[in-house]
């Protein structure tokens, strides 16, 4: 038996895309858990970009089977885009290689309305950044026991009566919002529009994860997000609205926890954060630029200009607990090709003290100050490297530390965007 989480160990967009593609010649199966179209993860094999949202990103091996579990907000409109753009570029995705969990959320048109207009109506400091696909208002009415639910499409009769009490509440918020209110028929004719495209995927996830299991198959679950846009755990209020940490691989799909063998965390060899809150070693300055143009780092969904700063092991460490990470895939180590010297935060100062770890609070998040070590740069170059001693010294060095500080061995090492820069470790499927 050997079952893989891949996580974002940072604030997301660290390469997770990338990884769990390479990894997923090694699997059977590809899970999506949490989140939803939020999510960008970009693959590039041999010269050609690939974007997904919400499909796994192992959809583009014909021979894998794709899922996405409970966990995920789902917008159908969204699903069907992604599998028509997909297909323009040769990859069939069908009923044979995707399921989607029957009890899945939907996220509708009113979820990203009010996404929008709440991000519109808030003032610069406390507006999250969000990425406007109506996530976090679908993940409210989950939780509030009124969403509309993928098995929902199934019987029209009832459907009409889930409509009503979905819109009893969000009605109530729209007037107070001074919206228009919206009508039990547009929400019918909007999933009704949209049933015959999506109900041929509908699965009792957990029931084929199990049968899978037990034939001995390989499960590859794909992270969204990063540790520290998790709900709980993260950098709160500024966070998505999901579990995005490896416990909620099990939730999220209906494979219990004792299933997960291995938890990869993907981490980017610096930092970058893309919308609001507080990011302790972020570069105002040319090098955070620096790092900006020659990491590509600009927002997979939204185009967006990501935040971008030296590398911080206080918080990989914390995330490395929090997630259980056995091994981490190291990305973007080509990034730093040619930098002098590269600082590496190891402990923040807070109000005059030295502590090891993120705090909790809003207010103490946004006060601590990062405590740098200097290291030395290399001259010669990582990028493309596709073994070990392809490595200038240096670089190696920098990683070797990297592994002593967040206490967690390197299990890949990824030098560029294409799929075969990848260098392998130790492989978490035979760990
Ligand atoms: P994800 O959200 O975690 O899947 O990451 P994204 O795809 O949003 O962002 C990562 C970006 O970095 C993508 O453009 C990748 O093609 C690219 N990338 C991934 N690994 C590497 C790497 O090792 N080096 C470089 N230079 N780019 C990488
Ligand atoms: P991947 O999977 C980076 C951020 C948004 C915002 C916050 C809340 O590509 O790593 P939301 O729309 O989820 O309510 O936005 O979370 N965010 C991401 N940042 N990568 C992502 O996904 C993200 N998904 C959401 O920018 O700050
Ligand atoms: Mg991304």
């Given at each position: 038996m050997a079952n893989v989480v891949v996580v974002g160990s940072?604030?997301?967009?660290?390469g997770k895309g990338k990884i769990v593609d390479w990894l997923s010649e090694r699997a059977d199966v590809v899970v999506r858990f949490q989140g939803g179209h939020n999510a960008g993860h970009t693959l590039v094999i041999d010269g050609v970009k690939y974007k997904l949202s919400?499909?796994?990103?192992?959809?583009?091996?014909?021979?894998k089977m794709a899922v996405i579990g409970n966990g995920v907000v789902l917008d159908p409109r969204a699903l069907a885009d992604e599998i028509g753009r997909l297909a323009e570029q040769g990859v069939a995705v069908s009923e044979a290689n995707l399921r989607i969990a029957e009890n899945t959320p939907l996220i509708l048109s009113l979820h990203q309305e009010l996404d929008a207009i709440r991000e519109n109506n808030s003032s610069a400091d406390t507006r999250?950044?969000?990425?406007?696909?109506g996530i976090g208002p679908a993940y409210e009415d989950k939780v509030g026991r009124r969403a509309i639910r993928?098995?929902?499409?199934?019987n029209l009769n009832t459907l009409p009566g889930k409509i009503e009490r979905l819109l009893v509440h969000h009605n109530a918020i729209r007037r107070g919002l001074g919206v228009e209110e919206i009508s039990a028929q547009t929400i019918y004719d909007e999933l009704v529009g949209v049933a015959d495209k999506i109900l041929?995927?509908?699965?009792k996830v957990w029931y084929l994860l199990d049968e899978r299991r037990k034939a001995g198959d390989r499960i590859l679950f794909e992270g969204a997000q990063g540790a520290l846009l998790?709900?709980?755990?993260?950098?709160y209020p500024f966070?998505?609205?999901?579990?995005?940490?490896?416990?909620?691989a099990a939730t999220g799909s209906g494979?219990?926890?004792?299933?997960?063998?291995y938890v990869l965390g993907i981490t980017k060899a610096y930092t970058t954060r893309v919308g609001e809150g507080p990011f302790p070693?972020?570069?105002?300055d040319e090098i955070g630029q620096f790092l900006g143009e020659r990491g590509h780092e600009?927002?997979?969904?939204?185009?967006r200009q990501r935040r971008c700063g030296w590398f911080d092991a206080v918080l990989v460490r914390q995330t490395c607990k929090t997630s259980g990470i056995s091994g981490i895939a190291l990305t973007?180590?080509?990034?730093?090709?040619?930098?002098d010297e590269i600082k590496v935060c190891v402990a923040y100062e807070l109000d005059g003290k030295r502590i090891d770890y993120l705090p909790a609070s809003q207010g103490q998040q946004a006060r601590v100050k990062p405590i740098y070590e200097t290291l030395e740069g290399w001259s010669g170059t990582t990028a493309g490297?596709?073994?070990?001693?392809?490595?200038?010294a240096q670089a190696v060095k920098y990683v070797r530390h990297i592994e002593e500080l967040i206490e967690a061995p390197v299990a890949l090492l990824s030098t560029?965007?294409?799929?075969?820069?990848t260098i392998l470790v130790q492989d978490p499927f035979e760990d």
């Open positions: 940072q604030w997301g967009d660290e919400l499909l796994p990103s192992g959809v583009v091996r014909q021979d999250i950044g969000t990425t406007r696909r993928l098995m929902d499409l199934v041929p995927f509908m699965d998790d709900i709980d755990h993260g950098t966070v998505t609205s999901s579990n995005t940490i490896a416990g909620q494979l219990g926890p004792n299933a997960i063998n070693t972020e570069l105002n600009f927002g997979t969904v939204t185009g973007k180590l080509d990034v730093l090709d040619g930098l490297a596709r073994t070990w001693n392809d490595l200038p560029s965007p294409e799929r075969d820069d």
